[in-house]
């Protein structure tokens, strides 16, 4: 086998019925053999029935916990049901192209000596998706969508060019974009704190927002990676119940993220650069975090990490400039 398509799903089976959906459309364009798998954090909502009505037409292997583990436990267990060569991990309210799944084996038969792919995404709000008959047709998607990425020529390069906002504004922590070798995922497990992983409250450390990073990190700076300018899925917005911590995000995990990278090799000039623009939003962001302190995530916020040692650099300061004048620029339109 040589691909697994990999969705942890919790609570949103109307999204994984379009998800899978999706799949099954594009696996009628392509005549290569792959597998899907879903790990459902022990829902609320009958998910079975959903997979029981896809099981037929598409190969699905479907697993439920018996209780709810947290998302990054749940990544972690829908990871480890693949048994494919390489892993795409998408969200259950992500869609795949009709063309998809054949581009897709057509990148691997041609870059056979690489590790990692990170594949480009359309940016869809899924009150679009939700005006039509379900599950959702992807034939049916707007000609012109946003792109994750602006980037525009598909090409090979070293994983840590990868590390730029021009490429990835969060730094590859868009777990949709992101195809990897199962074996090499496996060899570097070790880099998950379990203990912190495990933790119930949502976003409380990095382990469990967004450990995969420092398994993809560690495991694939060495390599040579693949980037498909051209997207191949649909990120579909409004569908996030954490939309009241993007400020907490934004400004305390994805300057982490950064130091992950930093650790596993990224230079010290761009790691520099980049921490700066990713704190582009740190004085508006704080307030607001202030201000809806009981949703926003603020007691996970550690002063000292994540805030005194982010004063040294300019846009700390320039925040408040940005966010006046984006005010100023749309008063004027």
């Given at each position: 086998?040589?691909?697994?398509?990999?969705?942890?799903?919790?609570?949103?089976?109307?999204?994984?019925?379009?998800?899978?959906?999706?799949?099954?459309?594009?696996?009628?364009?392509?005549?290569?053999?792959?597998?899907?798998?879903?790990?459902?954090?022990?829902?609320?909502?009958?998910?079975?029935?959903i997979i029981n009505k896809f099981k037929s037409k598409i190969n699905i292997k479907f697993n439920k916990n018996y209780k709810n583990l947290?998302?990054?436990?749940?990544?972690?267990k829908v990871v480890s049901m693949a048994t494919g060569k390489y892993v795409w991990t998408i969200g259950d309210d992500d869609l795949i192209l009709p063309h998809a799944i054949g581009t897709l084996f057509k990148i691997f038969n041609s870059n056979v000596?690489?590790?990692?792919?990170?594949?480009?995404?359309?940016?869809?709000?899924?009150?679009?998706?939700f005006s039509f008959n379900q599950p959702f047709d992807t034939n049916n998607l707007p000609k012109k969508m946003q792109k994750y990425?602006?980037?525009?020529?598909?090409?090979?390069?070293?994983?840590?060019?990868?590390?730029?906002?021009?490429?990835?504004?969060?730094?590859?922590?868009g777990m949709y974009l992101l195809v990897f070798k199962k074996k090499i995922w496996d060899r570097n497990l070790d880099q998950i704190n379990l203990q912190d992983i495990s933790?119930?409250?949502?976003?409380?450390?990095?382990?469990?927002?967004?450990?995969?990073?420092?398994?993809?990190?560690?495991?694939?700076?060495?390599?040579?990676?693949?980037?498909?300018?051209?997207?191949?899925?649909?990120?579909?917005?409004?569908?996030?119940?954490?939309?009241?911590?993007?400020?907490?995000?934004?400004?305390?995990?994805?300057?982490?993220?950064?130091?992950?990278?930093?650790?596993?090799?990224?230079?010290?000039?761009?790691?520099?650069?980049?921490?700066?623009?990713s704190l582009r939003n740190f004085i508006p962001n704080f307030f607001k975090m202030l201000f809806n302190y009981k949703k926003s995530g603020l007691k996970y916020v550690k002063f000292r990490k994540n805030i005194i040692k982010n004063l040294?650099?300019?846009?700390?300061?320039?925040?408040?400039?940005?966010?006046?004048?984006r005010k100023i620029k749309k008063i004027f339109k």
């Open positions: 086998m040589l691909l697994s398509i990999c969705i942890p799903t919790f609570n949103r089976s109307e999204c994984l019925n379009n998800c899978l959906n999706s799949i099954l459309i594009s696996s009628k364009n392509c005549q290569n053999k792959f597998e899907v798998c879903v790990s459902d954090n022990n829902s609320d909502q009958n998910v079975e029935d947290g998302h990054g436990r749940n990544f972690l000596n690489l590790d990692f792919f990170f594949i480009n995404s359309y940016n869809l709000e899924s009150k679009f998706i990425s602006n980037y525009q020529k598909s090409s090979q390069m070293n994983f840590f060019d990868l590390i730029n906002p021009k490429i990835s504004f969060d730094f590859l922590m933790k119930p409250e949502i976003f409380s450390t990095f382990d469990n927002t967004c450990g995969y990073v420092k398994v993809i990190s560690k495991g694939f700076s060495k390599s040579k990676v693949y980037l498909q300018a051209e997207p191949l899925s649909v990120n579909l917005k409004g569908e996030r119940e954490w939309r009241e911590m993007y400020d907490f995000i934004e400004i305390v995990r994805i300057p982490e993220i950064l130091d992950i990278h930093r650790g596993n090799g990224l230079s010290f000039f761009k790691y520099h650069y980049y921490k700066n623009y040294i650099y300019p846009n700390c300061y320039l925040s408040v400039i940005f966010f006046l004048t």
